[in-house]
């Protein structure tokens, strides 16, 4: 779903970095609800918060699971700790690390750019939402 979007070249045009292609494309294809006003809120997340650390594709795919698990605070939820965990350690199994610096320089294209690292981010996400809905 998030990858084939993605994949599409979603977010190209309107120039979005990887974390907002991650939470806009899920905003649109799992219908999150989030308003214009809170989907900007990736926009500091890009390039590993701009410093290269956690990769900011996975910073927006925390972000969806984090609108999808808490009510109200973040303590509050039981699912969102393990959930976080299982879907950066199966980015991690599939691409090696999770810092931006890194990916950057293992995937990287100039005529690509991230898309290999955000796609991967966007079928871990996938597979993350598909499991939670047949709960």
Do not use: W
Request: with cysteine; net charge negative; glycine share 10%.
């Amino acid at each position: 779903m998030l990858s084939e979007l993605i994949r599409s070249g979603f977010g190209n045009e309107q120039d979005y970095n990887c974390a907002e292609k991650i939470l806009y494309g899920a905003n649109q294809v799992y219908g999150l609800g989030l308003s214009s006003e809170s989907l900007k809120l990736a926009a500091g997340f890009g390039g590993g918060a701009a410093i290269g650390e956690l990769c900011g594709a996975l910073c927006g795919a925390v972000m969806v699971l984090s609108r999808l698990h808490v009510q109200t605070v973040a303590h509050q939820s039981e699912a969102l700790k393990p959930s976080t965990q299982e879907l950066l350690e199966e980015f991690k199994v599939e691409m090696g690390v999770l810092d931006c610096n890194t990916l950057k320089e293992k995937y990287r294209t100039p005529e690509q750019k991230c898309l290999s690292i955000i796609d991967q981010a966007a079928m871990c996400l996938d597979r993350k939402i598909a499991a939670l809905r047949n709960l």
